[in-house]
């Protein structure tokens, strides 16, 4: 082989695997709360989300944020065929040159259905100002599932923009599309979906809540919701009926209580219908304001649907077979490496202490880090986030010092929370580095009220490292 030949062939190799070749593929289960990388390197960012199911493939929407605030930059696209591993197709909405959902503007959970009776898709999304004083409900169309989707203005119920806040969809068995927002209203929506014909439920008294989702399972309804605060997280519930126009029962939380919905908040649910079995993806999010692009992360886990009960469990890791619809839970296996093992090299003013009988490292100052030379194919990151904790940079290096993964982590909870922060792709079997280097800042944010939520410190606190062969 040639060399220039050889040298246009590497060049296409670490193109294709987005580093110097040692990355097989991202990964082989759902990992909820720890950044996910795309099939470029990037993290995945798909916020207030959906997914849509178009022949093999699953589509995800959301808001792709930014770094530096809650500006709409734009509604982002990938596509998977196994939900544990997402391609970026494109901007599937991109920020307009002006108008409603043009630069200074907040666009906010996307979700698309595909019209039964035209074939087109499309998007829906709250559109607002910054300060959330000019929100509607605001509709797309696209002939083609990835977009571009042209954005259409407000979607109109006798003539008029809905001006509601947090929204979701739902479409029925019969093919019927519904449009449903915070506090308990449900729009029909028009045969063609582009407008909204009845308002089947007006926010009765009995209904609270913003971020909704609908599921239906033997003709009982199940609407998902969160109680308000802001970027913070809480315990989310839900109600059930026999019909959209209620009346709608409430039935308290879906997730232990005190979780804090495992420090999420809804946005969606997927029913995976298999030849064996249904599996509803719960899909959460884990909100990291302001740093929501590279930190924010996802909560999905399997939503057990009863006769009229959900539960929300948590597994750090679990598969779904696509085919059955089965899932089950599945462990992270490898070898452990716990915070005090002196192959952990620590810089700086790393603080051991003991949290619930776990030894954690903890240190908040800035540019503090530790590193870990591994060999195996995996890394994973366990921390514990508290009410004081921050951000921080994980990186990954192979034997050559080529950066291989690289992600930002945050460690913020207002309840005490051991689990995995960091997972890294699958690599190809090697001599690793593993580099956690403290950022010395925390998420914040105020509500309508200026009324300040977040974290009070920058504390990044490490419990454990695990290594797969
Ligand atoms: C809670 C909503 O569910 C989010 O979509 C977003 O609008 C935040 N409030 C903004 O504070």
Redesign the pocket.
Same mark, same amino acid.
């Given at each position: 082989m040639s060399n220039s030949f050889l040298h246009i062939y590497v060049c296409l190799l670490i193109l294709i695997t987005g580093c110097s070749g040692t990355r097989i593929h991202q990964y082989d289960a759902i990992y909820s709360g720890t950044p996910w990388l795309d099939n470029n390197g990037n993290t995945v960012s798909a916020r207030?989300a959906c997914i849509v199911k178009e022949g093999n493939r699953y589509y995800l929407f959301g808001e792709l944020k930014s770094d530096e605030g809650?500006d709409f930059v734009g509604f982002s696209c990938y596509s998977s065929k196994d939900l544990y591993n997402w391609k970026f197709e494109k901007i599937a909405l991109p920020q307009q040159k002006n108008g409603k959902l043009g630069p200074g503007r907040?666009g906010?959970?996307p979700k698309v259905m595909k019209c039964p009776k035209t074939g087109e898709f499309i998007m829906y999304m709250?559109v #607002?100002s910054t300060n959330?004083k000019d929100q509607y409900v605001g509709y797309a169309v696209s002939n083609t599932i990835d977009g571009e989707y042209t954005f259409k203005g407000a979607l109109l119920f006798e003539g008029k923009p809905i001006k509601k806040? #947090?929204l979701s969809t739902y479409q029925d068995t019969d093919g019927s599309g519904y449009v449903l927002t915070?506090s308990g209203n449900v729009y029909k929506l028009s045969d063609d979906y582009k407008s909204a014909t009845k308002h089947l439920l007006d926010e009765p008294d009995t209904m609270h809540g913003?971020?909704p989702a609908i599921i239906k399972k033997n003709g009982v309804y199940f609407w998902l919701t969160?109680g308000?605060?802001?970027?913070e997280r809480n315990d989310n519930f839900y109600y059930t009926a026999t019909s959209l126009a209620g009346p709608w029962k409430d039935q308290g939380y879906f997730a232990p209580e005190g979780t804090l919905t495992h420090n999420s908040?809804t946005t969606f649910v997927l029913p995976i219908y298999g030849s064996n079995d249904t599996t509803y993806l719960f899909m959460g999010?884990r909100?990291s304001?302001p740093i929501q692009h590279s930190a924010a992360t996802y909560v999905w886990q399997p939503l057990e649907v009863n006769s009229a009960t959900l539960h929300l469990p948590y597994y750090e890791k679990w598969n779904v077979d696509l085919k059955t619809g089965k899932w089950a839970n599945t462990e992270i296996t490898g070898k452990t490496v716990l915070a005090n093992d002196a192959t952990i090299k620590y810089s700086g003013n790393w603080k051991q202490e003991t949290e619930n009988n776990i030894n954690v490292f903890r240190s908040n100052t800035k540019g503090d880090s530790f590193s870990l030379n591994f060999t195996g194919s995996r890394v994973v990151l366990y921390g514990v986030s508290q009410s004081d904790g921050g951000y921080a940079i994980v990186t990954v290096k192979d034997a050559e010092g080529n950066v291989v993964a690289n992600s930002t982590i945050e460690m913020y909870s207002k309840v005490t929370n051991h689990s995995p922060k960091y997972v890294s792709p699958m690599f190809k079997k090697g001599i690793y580095t593993l580099e956690l280097t403290v950022l010395g800042k925390h998420g914040n944010?105020t509500?309508k009220r200026k009324d300040t939520f977040g974290s009070t410190d920058n504390y990044i606190s490490l419990e454990k490292i695990i290594v797969t062969e």
């Open positions: 207030g809650n907040v906010e959970r709250h #607002d959330y806040w #947090d915070h913003e971020a969160s308000l605060t802001s970027w908040q999010d909100w304001y944010w509500n």
